[in-house]
């Protein structure tokens, strides 16, 4: 299958015709990565990605034939085998770019079925490229390439999801019901309580924040406006009554979370209610309400920590039935006090934590989930004896190291990368030491980082930290009429 296409649609594009020249440092280690790249072989995956990453990474410095031949690599990289996956990555890449002709045109030549895809490979790519392309602000095209989707409830629900995005960067103080007011009649209950105080977790985090996209309340709550995002979260607790009943406990995990993190602790007390036990006679798929339940006290166990109150905190252990469910609780309490700066009883909490997972592990509490609270507490050692006595996965390494470089102890999170990770044969290590470069590289520090990366004898690994090493030197345009 060919693409070149999408090569041509950019012929006629409008971007600039050259890098600023303070980005000349960005472009010769982009230069680098990709020559490092084009000699990677095998994992296709891994190729058609990084070559997706510097088509963006070009198009933002203006080389519009750099991304060109960029995005060329990426569609000449794609595995017949893994194609379905590989077309994801490309049309995300396409979004986060706004380019909704160029998406469309991709995912005209996707066929509905593929032989390494259940999946309809052609309606997720226009699933994904339209939520990017919200991501990215550009509300229109992600409206156009959602109104291609071939499934009516699909298509549906990504233009809901679209202008959710959209109410909520527009959101201004105290002007929420106006930013939502174009949608909010055709809404169901849930999708509304969802718009005001985000999605249902899936349950498997760390922390009780939420991302900034994740509904008006949070939005309103870091712009300062705490006031009406209260206003905003009592409306969506009062709409739970009017959600449907198999809706209805996950949604009330939503509210206690925003709820909390306003500190309106006695207000989300009031919905754990809502949060019915299971019904023995009918078996639960999934995350059961058990799960949700305890979830929900572990968002106010944090928010009583945060006021001070850790004795309330610590009596909500006693509503668990077993170790594993109080780890779990231990964890979030933990957190919440190194937060506070308690930093010795959120090691006697973590401590706490990790023996009474150790003799529960089949509780909800989960071994990587522990380990990157406690890296997220600022206790990167601990993290880390934590995360080899329970002989983490390399995601959780990655997330630790994540910790490490965001402190700034860049030369100690390359050494647990190189302690815990593989040199050749770990997959998360390549995508680690960019993360690693492009933070080092954007706390000023890109000679140094250019100087290890230099000495890496892996392809996929060179590749990876130039990539990083670009784009933590790379500098956005300055904004017209800024300073």
């Known amino acids: ?75 000449t990289s794609v595995d017949k085998n893994e194609a379905a996956e590989e077309w994801r990555m490309i049309g995300s890449a396409l979004g986060r770019l706004g380019e909704a002709e160029a998406t469309l045109d991709l995912a005209d030549a996707i066929p509905d079925k593929t032989d390494d895809s259940p999946d309809n490979p052609r309606q997720i790519v226009l699933q994904e490229a339209a939520s990017q392309t919200a991501g990215a602000r550009q509300f229109e095209a992600a409206r156009k390439i959602a109104d291609t989707i071939p499934d009516e409830s699909a298509r549906t629900q990504t233009r809901q999801a679209v202008s959710r995005l959209e109410a909520v960067s527009k959101l201004r103080k105290a002007d929420s019901e106006e930013a939502i007011r174009p949608i909010w009649d055709s809404l169901t209950a849930s999708q509304k309580v969802s718009m005001l105080v985000g999605r249902p977790l899936a349950l498997v985090g760390i922390d009780d924040t939420a991302p900034p996209e994740d509904g008006i309340a949070i939005a309103l709550l870091n712009a300062k406006d705490k006031a009406e995002a209260k206003r905003v979260s009592l409306k969506a607790l009062a709409l739970l009554s009017d959600v449907e009943a198999n809706r209805r406990a996950a949604l009330a995990v939503a509210v206690v979370r925003m709820l909390c993190r306003l500190d309106e602790v006695a207000e989300a007390r009031k919905v754990l209610p809502l949060i019915p036990p299971a019904d023995p006679k009918i078996p639960e798929k999934g995350v059961t309400n058990e799960t949700r339940a305890m979830y929900a006290r572990a968002y106010i166990a944090a928010a009583e920590v945060r006021a001070g109150r850790d004795e309330a905190a610590t009596a909500l252990l006693k509503d668990c039935k077993r170790k594993g469910d109080e780890a779990l609780l231990l964890q979030f309490i933990a957190l919440a006090q190194a937060r506070a700066g308690r930093k010795d009883a959120s090691k006697a909490g973590f401590a706490k934590a990790l023996e009474y997972h150790e003799a529960d592990p089949a509780g909800l509490c989960l071994s990587p989930q522990l380990a990157c609270a406690q890296a997220l507490s600022g206790d990167i050692d601990g993290a880390i004896r934590t995360a080899a006595k329970l002989k983490c996965n390399s995601i959780t390494w990655g997330e630790i190291i994540s910790r490490q470089t965001a402190a700034g102890d860049f030369n100690g999170a390359r050494q647990t990368a190189n302690d815990h990770l593989d040199r050749g044969s770990n997959p998360s290590r390549p995508s680690v030491l960019r993360t690693i470069a492009a933070r080092q590289a954007k706390a000023g520090q890109g000679e140094e980082v250019r100087a290890w990366a230099g000495k890496l004898e892996n392809n996929l690994e060179r590749a990876n930290a130039f990539l990083g090493l670009a784009e933590g030197l790379w500098r956005e345009p300055a904004q017209p009429g800024g300073k």
């Open 1 to 75: 299958m060919r693409f070149n296409f999408l090569i041509l649609l950019w012929l006629t594009s409008s971007l600039t015709a050259a890098p600023a020249p303070d980005n000349k440092a960005t472009e010769e280690a982009l230069r680098q990565a990709a020559d490092a790249l084009a000699k990677v072989k095998g994992d296709s995956r891994a190729r058609v990605g990084l070559w997706c990453e510097v088509t963006i990474l070009r198009y933002k410095l203006g080389d519009r034939r750099g991304s060109q031949a960029a995005l060329r690599e990426a569609l």
